[in-house]
């Protein structure tokens, strides 16, 4: 077991193979968490180095600008377990384990609830941090609690679902515990008796030719699989961090002027006052769909993916995705904020804000 490994630092370590984007980056250590008993000591190195700590799970949401001189802990604890009452299941699993790996693994064992999450890149203990989301389901919707290390107050400490503040593709572990707490393990709730949630259209459609009483819970995850494969490059063979940018609310007002002028622009309605205009949309209208600079470009099938086609640098990169705001604010007035971190965190300086 991982679990039992014990933690080693390095010096000035290429981690290329630590993110998904496949950007060249030297940390100036790198020591990776195993097991939460070592994460104290951790942070104390960190403290008296006098350096950051970056911790990282798959490294597939992040955008490395420059090479990071922090302490960089890759998190590798990978522990589970399951607690059952009547149809209720509660499975708690340490912040390592690979997040769609994780969700197969409550399919084989009959436990409901994940499925539509499939194939999200990532780890489990970043979930929570983003709220991942996608065909109707949240993982809000099902997490009980968050257990982490709180380094201001030097303790481990239990969040319940309601405390982690929850929004789109946000939490309180973005905003007011931002480099304060570290995740270690996350509590789900699940079920054994299995209700799909088709209330995404386009999942309801891909599902339709099953009849009704044989799907499964499985079928829904292999189709969410082949969605997802559709529209987003493997990693391996092209280096991405799946969304670049968030899909931004608008009002009904805006919505409406770009519908004069663009009457096929795709919307989703979140209340009687906001819209969720598609973000990939946005950028496809510019024409940038498959537009390349250099090793950075914008995915071919899907404008929402920024993708490195293989020596493209943190900044080239973000200076791509700086372009494409532009573009986007230029045609339609509408700021796309940037989905995934930055280091340093930077991206107040490359969001343009208009005039």
């Known amino acids: 077991m991982a679990d039992m490994e014990h933690s080693v630092c390095k010096e ?18 790198l020591y990776p968490l195993y097991s939460e008993v070592e994460l104290p000591a951790i942070c104390q190195f960190a403290d008296q180095k006098g350096l950051p700590l970056m911790p990282l799970g798959a490294g597939s949401n992040i955008v490395l600008h420059s090479d990071p001189d922090a302490v960089v802990m890759p998190i590798l604890c990978k522990d589970k377990q399951i607690t ?27 436990y409901y609830g994940l499925e539509n999450l499939s194939l999200i890149p990532g780890t489990a203990g970043a979930a929570p941090i983003q709220n991942i989301g996608a065909y109707g389901v949240e993982i809000k919707d099902s997490l009980v609690s968050v257990r982490g290390y709180c380094r201001l ?8 679902g309601d405390e982690c503040e929850f929004g789109y593709r946000d939490s ?4 007011k515990l931002r480099n304060t707490f570290i995740i270690t393990q996350i509590t789900l709730r699940l079920s054994r008796t299995f209700s799909p949630n088709l209330s995404y259209d386009n999942l309801h459609k891909a599902v339709s030719h099953y009849p009704h009483k044989t799907l499964t819970a499985l079928m829904i995850s292999d189709t969410v699989c082949t969605i997802r494969k559709k529209k987003l490059p493997d990693p391996k063979q092209l280096g991405n961090v799946g969304s670049f940018f968030k899909n931004p609310l608008v009002t009904r007002q805006t919505l409406d002027k770009i519908r004069k002028k663009y009457t096929n622009a795709i919307a989703y309605t979140v209340n009687n006052d906001f819209y969720k205009l598609a973000a990939g949309w946005l950028i496809d ?12 470009g914008v995915f071919q099938d899907q404008a929402l993916v920024l993708v490195n086609y293989g020596k493209a640098t943190g900044k080239e990169m973000l200076a791509l995705a700086q372009f494409i705001q532009q573009q986007v604010f230029d045609t339609f007035n509408v700021l796309l904020e940037v989905e995934p971190c930055i280091y340093p965190y930077i991206i107040k300086k490359i969001a343009y804000t208009g005039n």
């Open 84 to 110: 059952i009452h009547d149809d209720e299941v509660l499975l708690t699993a340490s912040a390592g384990h690979n997040w769609h790996e994780l969700v197969r693994w409550t399919l084989q064992h009959n």
């Open 12 to 29: 000035y370590v290429n981690l290329k193979p630590f993110n998904t984007l496949g950007i060249n980056a030297t940390a100036r250590y």
């Open 285 to 296: 209208a510019c024409g940038l769909k498959g537009y390349r600079k250099g090793d950075a």
């Open 153 to 160: 107050k030097k303790q481990f400490m239990l969040l319940t």
């Open 172 to 175: 309180i572990f973005k905003r």
